[in-house]
């Protein structure tokens, strides 16, 4: 046999295929049995008749391929026990039976309800069986033919993807079984077929053993959810094959060579291989050939190494592929099957504790990416796959994790093409079992086979794809021989790629893993673990948890990745809600700003006869929304994983340094760069430079010639905005990947003073009428209205024009945001928990003194005041001039505040504004939401309305802020309205939902909109937080915190006509 006797051939040895069912057990409730007559795993890609048909790289032009997808006749059983046992029969009419597409999980038709689950599974784990009484069946039939052109040859049918567990008949005869839902399953089929047509019948389990292996934290469905197809092959023909595309010492020229396995014919014989290489202009690069005697079985083929010159290399900056056809032909040179693949040259390498791809140190700017679509569930089309990468692409992503098994084939195809890294994963996660060394299926020698097999058929399957860089086992499955097995299988079949898995010997350094992995640890744990192994790399493989309103200390993470250690790079959990799209209940219908919503766990779940335990809405946490909506913490990714840093080296003289954080690529290649002077939010020069020529991971200098006359007055500021150099797949030419702002002059932030006397001329003196319960303060064109008992301001009008109804009033709390919840008493329950819920209503119980006093023609009015829940004073002083403008002084000073958490949610003002008033233009940061530690915005003008400021989370919560607001105005449609100025910078929101409908809904639709404006007014708002969502450390870091001390701030409100 050739050099290795095809070293796959004694790999696959290792595969469980597994033989009939124990005595008394069911083959879906045994996990010695995972494969019935199905064949060895294979790569991925199909056969055509000549390398013209080939060349299209379409299995859907090959004579040689048929599909099964389409509408299948189909019975939904609610457990084994019910299920037509003879359905597959041909003599069985299943003529009133419904329909439903293949592929699809049959929970998104009606059948079944779809389950969240997370850690603890959805059934019984105590003895290890599979559930009986929950446990539907689909059973699915359907009717084909095989095309004529196929007599004389072989016919596989290929299912890529059947959750959890499945038996095949053909023609009423059994052929087979497989489990393990994210590979393939494929049989060969020629020896049941007939003439005409063929039935097909297919039964799958929605729980069997292997569902113990797929705990991952995501929608359980079930049914034939990807496609479905026949192919034919001649008799003999190449069964299996991997390409090794690497790159020589100097990394100039690549090394290539390719082994296989002939399934052999029966006439034995003499046939040829040979491979041709191609690049992109259709040059010919490299070819070789050989002949082989077909050996009884399986003959092993394998090409020696080959050098060719100069090779364009395969990088996720620029993926450059090569067409590689390999050709299989008779004795008498005559085309037995032509099979194309393409082939990246490609080099990955740990060296020193760092990680190499084709000698260049590569950070992984990486998503964790579930398969999901809110209307198909994990039926994921292509279309949505393009979408994926241009979203990623277009936010400076550059890698996903295939968080937790093996995806959708395309998925790789198009990550080949367009570039992006991609760290592969296999199908298991255990974690009901635990996370630790003391995992029972991970140290169980039972289920060795089963953790070997999903291993083994995912890297079959994936091993000539380039954007595959890095294997993983699986996910959360603690550690144990099991683990290592998979380790040791992986690292001899394909020592090009290095292996990771975050549990392999938890904080206590690597065996089963070529890398440290870790999930979601803070600044200091990863600062720490990078000192004590700085030569190992270092990996979040999970970080940064982005459920709801998050996303927060992103900065600290990447000022370290950026750093020169071995961090390599961090994973978001995760990329997309995974929200269902519903119709909103006719009950709400009526008050639902929409027909649709997404539902989370506990839809279905929370009313179904098993009550069966959910997660809630702990499955959206992505960075995108369930109809792929960015969320606004995606423009904090954008921004920190920006590959052109721009920092002011002598902005009094326009010199800042550009540095090129491209792995690869030369900033000329890629971008140009446009500035733009704005003073007091308005432009007053731009300009571009149309090339920056600085080369990977270099710097250089650039000088903005903006004018010395426009910078020295007002709040001056220079932007600046990287564009794309030329039109892409994922953008047009000019498409701004980053941007960064810079001040050139800051005045001080003092609101100027106000000479009441003079207004009293321009307007007239204030007029002020006291009575038992209020004063109101009267002038030319408003009225102020204050109330003596409760110290708020509880009306202001415009003219005849209501504007404020009511405030400000002192505020300290937030609506929680999925974070919050994670932490305080008013969510789940954590060990430690802080009740920040203490800060909500303290200012409802006020000991109020109250007084005013008209001097220098205008009115002071002072509130005193104790909030004894929070033990702290709290002043305010309001001076009303004779133009309507109202000066806000608030001091608060704690002084017996002991018993309340050394923090507060917000310090701020609460306003009720009147209807109508819903036009908001600020200037600030924006146009999306930001927070303290979520503020990549730049500061401008901006102008929007309440409604569109309101950010849709899976649950309502704390949305739609404004950080560093110079000013904001609030008016109706005619303009008129009113204006808040900070003395210094302030923040503020809008909505127009009350707190105590937003606090008491689990979903938007059953809130009631009010015409009325909810409003801000702030000094501060705490930071969202964001590395994880369910301890300590959901909170933001100390520096984005309000401390529970004395605060004082002021800001000015204005009437605007």
């Not at 803070?522 to 192994?533: F, L």
């Not at 432009?683 to 080369?695: F, K, M, Q, T, Y």
């Not at 009033?809 to 203490?838: C, E, H």
Request: net charge negative; hydrophobic share 35%.
């Amino acid at each position: 046999m050739n050099r290795i006797t095809f070293r796959l051939m004694v790999l696959f040895s290792l595969i469980a295929i597994g033989g009939y069912a124990q005595k008394n057990k069911e083959d879906w409730d045994n996990n010695k049995v995972l494969h019935i007559n199905t064949e060895k795993p294979r790569s991925t890609f199909m056969i055509y008749p000549d390398r013209a048909s080939a060349a299209s790289f379409k299995k859907e032009a090959s004579p040689f391929y048929k599909s099964l997808d389409g509408r299948w006749k189909f019975k939904w059983s609610e457990n084994p026990a019910s299920r037509p046992e003879d359905f597959y029969k041909d003599t069985f009419d299943s003529g009133d039976w419904d329909s439903i597409p293949v592929p699809s999980n049959w929970q998104m038709h009606g059948y079944g309800i779809p389950v969240y689950a997370n850690i603890i599974y959805p059934f019984d784990i105590s003895e290890l069986k599979a559930p009986r009484d929950f446990n539907p069946v689909g059973s699915y039939k359907r009717e084909f033919t095989v095309p004529e052109n196929w007599d004389n040859r072989k016919v596989y049918l290929h299912f890529a993807g059947v959750e959890s567990a499945f038996y095949l008949w053909i023609n009423g005869k059994k052929v087979g079984y497989s489990q393990g839902s994210r590979t393939p399953a494929e049989f060969e089929i020629g020896e049941y077929l007939k003439k005409g047509t063929n039935t097909l019948a297919v039964e799958v389990y929605r729980w069997s053993d292997a569902s113990y292996l797929e705990g991952q934290d995501f929608w359980r469905l079930s049914g034939i959810y990807r496609e479905v197809y026949l192919w034919s092959t001649p008799e003999g023909h190449i069964r299996d094959f991997q390409v090794h595309a690497t790159l020589g010492e100097q990394f100039r020229n690549g090394l290539l060579s390719l082994e296989g396995e002939l399934k052999s014919s029966s006439r034995g014989g003499e046939v040829k291989i040979d491979y041709a290489l191609y690049d992109a202009q259709g040059n010919k690069i490299a070819d070789d050939s050989q002949s082989l005697e077909q050996e009884k079985g399986n003959t092993a083929f394998a090409f020696p190494e080959k050098e060719v010159p100069e090779v364009r290399h395969w990088n996720a900056e620029n993926p450059y592929l090569y067409d590689l056809y390999i050709t299989l032909r008779d004795a008498q040179d005559g085309i037995l099957e032509v099979i194309p693949q393409k082939v990246g040259f490609r080099k990955v390498e740990i060296r020193g504790g760092r990680f190499y791809v084709n000698n260049r140190q590569v950070l992984l700017k990486g998503a964790n990416r579930h398969e999901h679509d809110p209307e198909t569930g994990h039926t994921i089309s292509r279309k949505s796959m393009i979408k994926d990468i241009v979203l990623l692409k277009q936010n400076n992503f550059n890698a996903v994790r295939t968080s937790h098994y093996p995806n959708d084939p395309e998925w790789y195809a198009l990550c080949d093409r367009y570039g992006i890294y991609l760290i592969d994963e296999g199908n298991i996660e255990t974690h009901g079992f635990g996370n630790d060394d003391d995992n029972l299926l991970s140290n169980d020698p039972g289920w060795r086979q089963s953790y070997l097999d999903r291993v083994q058929r995912m890297v079959h399957r994936d091993k000539n794809h380039p954007s595959v860089i890095i294997w993983s086992m699986g996910n959360e499955s603690g550690d144990g021989p099991n683990v290592k097995a998979c380790y040791e299988w992986v690292k001899a079949f394909d020592p090009s790629r290095p292996f990771h898995y975050q549990g392999t010997s938890k904080n206590k350094g690597v065996t089963n893993a070529d890398m440290i992995s870790r999930m979601y640890s803070g600044i200091e744990s990863s600062e720490k673990t990078i000192d004590q192994y700085d030569e190992v790399p270092y990996l979040l493989c999970e970080y940064a948890h982005a459920m709801g309103n998050s996303s927060g200390n992103l900065k600290e993470y990447w000022e370290l990745i950026y750093g020169d250690n071995n961090f390599f790079g961090a994973f978001v959990w995760d990329w997309m809600d995974q929200g269902l799209r519903q119709p909103v209940p006719a009950r709400y219908a009526a008050t639902s700003a929409k027909d649709y919503f997404y539902a989370y766990g506990g839809w279905w779940e929370d009313t179904h006869p098993a009550n069966i335990l959910n997660y809630g809405n702990f499955c959206m946490n992505g960075v995108l929304a369930a109809d792929h909506t960015p969320h606004p913490g995606m423009s904090a990714f954008k921004y920190w994983q920006r590959y052109v840093h721009i920092t002011p080296v002598n902005t009094g003289e326009g010199v800042f340094e550009v540095r090129n954080w491209y792995d690869f690529s030369n900033l000329k290649d890629k971008v140009y760069l446009e500035w733009e002077v704005v003073r007091n939010g308005k432009p007053v020069a731009r300009g571009s430079i149309p090339e920056l020529d600085i080369e990977a991971r270099q710097s250089g200098q650039i000088v903005v010639p903006y004018p010395e006359d426009q910078i020295k007055t007002g709040e001056v500021f220079v932007n600046f905005s990287i564009r794309t150099k030329k039109d892409t797949f994922y953008a047009p030419m000019g498409f701004e990947l980053a941007s960064e702002q810079f001040p050139l002059n800051i005045p001080e932030a003092v609101l100027p003073k106000i000479d009441a006397e003079k207004e009293k001329e321009a307007f007239r003196p204030l007029f002020v009428e006291e009575y038992r319960k209020n004063i109101t303060i009267r002038g030319a064109s408003f009225t102020v209205r204050f109330d003596k008992n409760s110290g708020v301001l509880s009306t202001y009008y415009i003219g005849d024009s209501r504007v404020i109804e009511k405030g400000p009033v002192p505020d300290f709390w937030r609506v929680p945001t999925d974070n919050d919840a994670g932490l305080y008493s008013t969510g789940r329950k954590v060990p430690g928990s802080i009740d920040m819920k203490q800060w909500k209503g303290t200012e409802i119980r006020r000991d109020i003194a109250f007084d005013y006093v008209e001097r220098n023609g205008k009115v002071e009015v002072n509130i005193r005041s104790r909030l004894p829940l929070a033990g702290a004073g709290y002043d305010t002083k309001y001076v009303v001039y004779p133009s309507g403008v109202i000066d806000v002084t608030t001091v608060y000073t704690p002084d017996a505040a002991d018993h309340m958490p050394d923090f507060m949610p917000r310090f701020g003002n609460y306003l009720v504004l009147a209807a109508g008033y819903d036009r908001l233009e600020w200037y600030g940061r924006g146009p999306a939401s930001t927070y303290p530690d979520r503020k990549t915005e730049k500061i401008g003008i901006f102008e929007s309305t309440v409604d569109d400021e309101w950010v849709e989370y899976s649950r309502p919560q704390e949305n739609g802020y404004k950080t560093d607001t110079r000013w904001v105005s609030v008016t109706n449609e005619d303009g008129v309205g009113v204006r808040f100025t900070g003395n210094e910078p302030i923040g503020f929101g809008a909505t127009h939902y009350t707190r105590e409908d937003m606090e008491n809904a689990d979903y938007s639709f059953k809130m009631t909109r009010s015409p009325h404006t909810y409003l801000n007014i702030d000094k501060a708002q705490m930071g969202v937080g964001g590395n994880n969502s369910w301890s300590k450390s959901a909170l933001p870091l100390p520096e984005y915190r309000i401390p529970n001390a004395a605060q004082e701030y002021r800001y000015r409100i204005t009437p605007v006509y």
